[in-house]
């Protein structure tokens, strides 16, 4: 998934506090990387596991990763790969 900051400021290192602050039941947070984007600004992709029949990626960005207080930091989430097993 790519969590998009607000501007070159936002801290980035708060911001992937926050996103994997979020605890859902079969949400796991895998590894991460800072993408450059361009401008100075960097975007974090993060991997994560879950159980798609528990866990909707649509809810989870809508009603966790875009909300108070975590939108202080992320700007937009994409989902960048999808695999179903």
């Not at 992937?16 to 979020?22: F, P, W």
């Not at 990387?33 to 974090?44: A, E």
Request: aromatic share 6%; hydrophobic share 45%.
């Amino acid at each position: 998934m790519d969590v998009k900051p607000w501007d070159d400021e936002t801290d980035m290192k708060k911001l992937e506090e926050a996103v994997r602050s979020i605890e859902v039941e079969c949400l796991l947070w895998g590894a991460s990387k800072l993408v450059p984007v361009g401008y100075g600004i960097k975007k974090k992709q993060i991997m994560l596991t879950i159980i798609n029949e528990l866990v909707s990626m649509d809810t989870l960005i809508e009603e966790h990763l875009i909300v108070e207080p975590i939108n202080e930091y992320v700007q937009s989430c994409d989902i960048i790969a999808f695999n179903k097993i």
